[in-house]
Structures are given as structure tokens and as C-alpha cells.
């Protein structure tokens, strides 16, 4: 029996240490490129770090490029306007759906989740002409942060919406019927009740959008140009007629990484728990 | 505290009717229970009075204020529900005292009236625990407490004791009881249980079908039942029935012969298993079906020619199944109801 135990033990831990090294292989890799000069780069290939040759100046120079600075500030941004404002949004729309008599209600929620099913591509050129065409003055919706912002909402908003309806609907009734009768208004049953319950779901919402934000590749390309630029569209100027610069492309992918790796690292455990909210009943 | 006038309050969801249009004068400081089966609207009821739902027909008066469209939270009702709806996030201290937040009410004196409330229900030990942490009486505590710390013109309570274990229930019970006497507040309670009703009410609003069939006392309710729906939901065991003909003044039915009625044609005889002393020379006959021995009495059931009727009788009494028993019932405790209508004949 215990040899059986130990045996299972074994295999299960050899298999997910192959999972490990199958998924962090490239990102290893990614890294000792990072750390070679230019001239090592193309040398003889080797999965250990050569600490007598290791070198940071990949990462001190792509760290002191304005361009480079630029283009993280406007992914923070970016990416973190995008997630908060989804996370309000698609928190009072679930509310709504949850708990008032909407005409229509399973079919909006199926029609919102459908937004979601179709592949983005599709939505370009509309979206690049839409974009150009909304000007302000000299302000134009292309190329300018807000435009992004509004743009991953739009594809956001479906999936945070379906993850939250979920976990309000798993907060009973009768607490905001109590809190109404406390003498609470909706605007403060929200805010003291459902707020604080729906946190752990909240969380994972604002996590996983703001990951899709900062990790999308193809809005972010074609509708912005110089001001709007994000770090993964930074990425491709590296790769230029005169060769690849792949020293510091690894870099600024590295450094692409590890924000959203924290986070992750950070919050996994809400994630598991918010993803589940309300499966079971307690 | 609140005087409660229900005026053809009725609800309907399209068609379909739930609550028929009732009345009803709730006084200042009375202790009013609303008692039926589930599904018969008492619950309906008391939601509309705290404003959860919407009033369709009549009009709802708390004094000389009407209510009828008013929010829940400008109504100043307290409810404690079934479940508690304690808020989960939050300490007793801070559940105590949440509608006391949300009205703005300053931190220190926020503080005082927790304390004096929770003095109130012996929950001053638990204030920094969570609802989690705590038994299914003390959370039960917890959401009286809520109501209490208002100070609210009427209080509702939605079976609150239905998620108690039976020896708790009883323990419950008498401590509402106390709470209302000695505050002297409105209450309105709704229950499915006879017995909390019973023990608990000044008056009782007995409510079937989504409407009122009785409204009284304890006493009026289980001695002077205005319908058989009445006389058999009210007691334990239920009220026997035996039907039968009458003409000329006399009740004829299967193990009952020449008994002084009032009325005549298809009538229901009602009489309650306590009211009855068995006798050789008794008016009432039936078969031994069933003997059950409670420890303080001993209930027979009877055959009575195809209906079933319960006697309590000394706790020694052990007839013989499937002998034949006489039985007297003590005089003025036959009741008459009209077969079809169910209506009591008097």
C-alpha cells in the first residue's frame, strides 16, 4: 500500500516537474539571452548562466530609452484604467441583472456573452476607421490612451461581466433587503454589502483584465502609432531592416513579464477562490 | 411605536392573485402573529408591510401615515428574517450597529447603543466575533439586536425560529416574548407554527389561500373556529371530524347517532380529542385503530366508520385493538360546519 503511495507520489511529482520545465524553458532561455552581449549571443548555446560573461547592459540600456519608459507608463495606464473601469462597470451591470426584473434578462446576458465569441480580428478595420474618424479638435481617438482603454472594456466587459454575475448572484438577497430596511439606499447597499462580499471576485476580475490589457498585442499595434504606444508593441521595433537586436528584445519581454508574473504570484490563491465563489453553497 | 392599518391590501403578480384584498388594525405596542400553511401569503404580507414588495391593491397606514409607496428604508420598520441576513463581512458590533451608520449616527453613540442593545439579548461577550463564529441562537440574537437598536415603529419577525433546534425554539420564544412585553413594541410575526402562535400572540391572523379566515385571540382561534380550515390547522392533534346528515335538530354520522345540532342537511361534526371522556353508556362509538402513548396522556385513534378520530385519555388507558369504544363529548365542545362551504353553523 505504501509502496503503491510512494510510487503515485513519484510519478505525479515527475510529471508536473516536466510541465515546469516545459513552461518556463522559454522564459529561462528568454532570460539568458537578456544577459548575453550581442557577441555571445551567437556563440555556442548553453541552458547555464555564464556568470563571468553575464552582462546587464541590456537591461540598463532598454531602462534608460525614453521610448522604452514611455511605452511602460502608457501599459500601466492602460492596462490598469482598463481593469478598474471594468471591474465597476461589469460589478453594476451584474447587480442589475441579479437582482431587478430586466425584460429580457437570460437573452441580454447570452447576447453580451456572444460580444465575447467572436474572434477580434474581425472588429479591425471597422475599429481603425471608427477610431480615426472620432476627432476632438486635435484630439483624435487613435493613437491616444483613452481609446485603448474604452476598446479592451468593450472586450473585457463580457467575460468580467459573466465572472461576476456569478458571485453577486451567490450573495443572498436578503442581505440587501435587510440593508434596505437598515434604511441603506441601493447606492449604499452596494457599496457597504455587495461591495465587500464580491471582493475575492472582484479581484480576480480587475487580475485577469488587466493581464488581457497589458499582454494584448493587436489593437494595440494598429490603432495607436507613437503617443499610445504599449510595451508589447514596443517589442517589435527591435526587429529592424538592419537585423534584430535580440539581446535587448529579450530585455524588455523580461521586463514585459515580470509585472504581470508578480501580480499573478501575488493573488493566485484569491484567484482559485474567486473563480469558485459561489459553486457551492455554504 | 406604530399603530399598522391594512386597508384592502391585496397583491397580484399579472393575473394571478396571491393576497386577496384584506383588512387589518394592528394597535400600538400588540403583538400580532400571522399564522397558515406555506404559501398561503403570510409572508407576502409582512414583505409589503416592510416594503420588500410591492402593494397592488389598498392602502398601507403606519398612525396616520401612509406608507403605501414608501422605500424600506423610509418606513422605519425593523425586520429580522428567516435566515438572519446577518451581514457576513461584519462583527456583531458592526452588524448591531449598521443601520445606526447608515443614519448617521455619531461613532460614540453608535458605540453606546450597540452595547445597550446587545446587553439587551446577553451579547455583550461576542461583539468582535464574526457571524461565523457564532451558534444559530446567538446569530439569531444578533438579528434582533439590529432591530432593536432603532428604536422602529413596528417590528417584523419572518419565522424567525425555523432554523432553531426544537429545545432552542422554545427558549426563543419566551425571550421574544419578554423583549416585546417589556419594550412594548408593535410586532408582527409570521410563523407556519401553531404553537409559536399560540404562545406568542395577542392576536393571531390565521391566512389560507391568500386570504384571512380568522382573526382572534388564542383562545377565540383554537375555541371558536369560524371554518373547519380553522378548527383542523389550529391544535395538536388537529380537530376530528366526522361527516354526516342532520334534519329536525339531529345529527346522524358513522359512530354518532341523534346528536343535538344546530342546521340541517350535509353538516361536518368537529370535536377536539381532549373534549372527549370515554363511557360505557357514551353517545360516540368507534374501533381501537391505533394506541400512541405520549408519557403524560395516551391518544386512541379511532375507526369511526371509515373516518379517523383522536381521544386523549389517561395515561395508563391501553384498549384493545380493534375493540369497540364508547365515548362522550363534553357538552358545548361539538361543533357544526356546513359540509360544502366549510363554514361553521352555529
Not at chain 1, 471594468?86 to 437582482?99: C, D, E, F, I, P
Request: aromatic share 10%; hydrophobic share 45%; charged share 20%.
Amino acid at each position: 500500500m505504501k509502496r503503491g503511495l510512494f510510487q503515485s507520489t513519484a510519478v505525479t511529482l515527475i510529471f508536473w516537474l516536466c510541465m515546469s520545465a516545459l513552461t518556463l524553458l522559454p522564459v529561462w532561455w528568454m532570460f539568458l539571452v537578456s544577459v548575453k552581449s550581442r557577441a555571445d549571443l551567437f556563440g555556442k548555446p548553453s541552458f547555464l548562466v555564464d556568470t563571468a560573461k553575464m552582462t546587464w547592459a541590456n537591461y540598463a540600456e532598454v531602462l534608460s530609452n525614453p521610448s522604452f519608459q514611455k511605452y511602460m507608463i502608457n501599459s500601466l495606464i492602460i492596462a490598469t484604467s482598463n481593469a478598474v473601469l471594468v471591474s465597476v462597470l461589469a460589478l453594476l451591470a451584474a447587480y442589475a441583472m441579479s437582482r431587478f426584473r430586466l425584460v429580457g434578462r437570460d437573452n441580454i446576458f447570452f447576447w453580451v456573452l456572444t460580444n465575447r465569441m467572436a474572434p477580434p480580428a474581425v472588429f479591425l478595420l471597422p475599429l481603425f476607421l471608427m477610431f480615426t474618424a472620432v476627432k476632438i479638435g486635435d484630439w483624435s481617438l487613435f493613437d491616444s490612451r483613452i481609446g485603448l482603454i474604452l476598446l479592451y472594456c468593450v472586450f473585457n466587459l463580457p467575460f468580467a461581466f459573466w465572472l461576476l454575475q456569478g458571485i453577486v448572484d451567490a450573495i443572498p438577497k436578503e442581505l440587501d433587503e435587510a440593508a434596505y430596511v437598515d434604511g441603506a439606499s441601493t447606492f449604499t447597499v452596494l457599496r457597504t454589502v455587495i461591495f465587500p462580499l464580491a471582493r475575492p471576485g472582484l479581484a480576480v476580475t480587475g487580475i485577469l483584465t488587466w493581464v488581457f490589457a497589458w499582454n494584448e498585442y493587436l489593437f494595440a499595434s494598429t490603432l495607436t502609432s507613437v503617443e499610445a504606444r504599449t510595451i508589447t508593441t514596443g517589442l517589435a521595433e527591435f526587429v529592424t531592416v538592419t537585423g534584430t537586436n535580440w539581446g535587448q528584445l529579450a530585455a524588455v519581454a523580461m521586463l514585459t513579464l515580470a509585472p504581470a508574473a508578480l501580480v499573478l504570484a501575488l493573488v493566485q490563491r484569491h484567484i482559485v477562490a474567486g473563480l469558485t465563489f459561489g459553486a457551492v453553497k455554504g | 411605536m406604530s399603530r399598522v392599518t391594512l386597508a384592502g391590501v391585496g397583491k397580484s403578480y399579472g393575473a394571478l392573485t396571491v393576497l386577496k384584498p384584506l383588512d387589518l388594525d394592528i394597535a400600538d405596542g400588540e403583538f400580532v402573529v400571522l399564522l397558515g400553511p406555506s404559501g398561503c401569503g403570510k409572508s407576502t404580507t409582512m414583505r409589503m408591510i416592510a416594503g420588500l414588495e410591492e402593494i397592488t391593491t389598498g392602502t398601507l397606514r403606519f398612525d396616520d401615515r401612509d406608507v403605501t409607496v414608501l422605500h424600506p428604508r423610509d418606513r422605519n420598520v425593523a425586520m429580522v428574517f428567516q435566515s438572519y441576513a446577518l451581514y457576513p463581512h461584519m462583527t456583531v458590533a458592526e452588524n448591531i450597529g449598521y443601520p445606526l451608520k447608515i443614519a448617521k449616527v455619531a461613532k460614540e453613540e453608535r458605540a453606546k447603543q450597540v452595547d445597550a442593545a446587545a446587553k439587551k439579548v446577553d451579547l455583550t461577550p461576542y461583539l468582535a466575533r464574526y457571524p461565523r463564529d457564532l451558534s444559530g441562537g446567538q446569530r439569531q440574537r444578533v438579528a434582533l439586536a439590529r432591530a432593536l437598536v432603532r428604536s422602529p415603529g413596528v417590528f417584523l419577525l419572518d419565522e424567525p425560529l425555523s432554523n432553531l433546534d426544537a429545545k432552542l425554539r422554545v427558549a426563543m420564544r419566551a425571550e421574544i416574548k419578554h423583549l416585546q412585553r417589556t419594550l412594548g413594541v408593535t410586532m408582527i410575526y409570521v410563523t407556519h407554527d401553531q404553537i409559536e402562535a399560540m404562545t406568542l400572540a395577542d392576536r393571531v391572523v390565521l391566512l389560507n389561500d391568500g386570504q384571512i379566515q380568522q382573526v382572534g385571540t388564542p383562545d377565540e382561534i383554537y375555541d371558536d373556529p369560524q371554518n373547519i380550515f380553522v378548527a383542523g390547522f389550529i391544535g395538536s392533534p388537529p380537530m376530528n371530524f366526522v361527516q354526516g346528515q342532520a334534519s329536525g335538530g339531529r345529527f346522524d354520522g358513522p359512530g354518532v347517532s341523534s346528536l343535538a345540532c344546530p342546521g340541517s342537511g350535509a353538516l361536518t361534526l368537529g370535536f377536539r380529542a381532549e373534549d372527549t371522556r370515554i363511557s360505557d353508556q357514551g353517545q360516540f362509538s368507534g374501533r381501537v385503530f391505533e394506541v400512541e402513548p405520549t408519557g403524560e396522556s395516551t391518544y386512541v385513534v379511532l375507526d369511526m366508520g371509515g373516518q379517523r378520530a383522536n381521544l386523549r385519555c389517561d395515561k395508563k388507558f391501553r384498549p384493545a385493538l380493534g375493540s369497540e369504544l364508547r365515548f362522550d363529548v363534553g357538552a358545548g365542545q361539538c361543533l357544526f360546519f356546513d359540509t360544502t362551504t366549510g363554514n361553521r353553523v352555529r
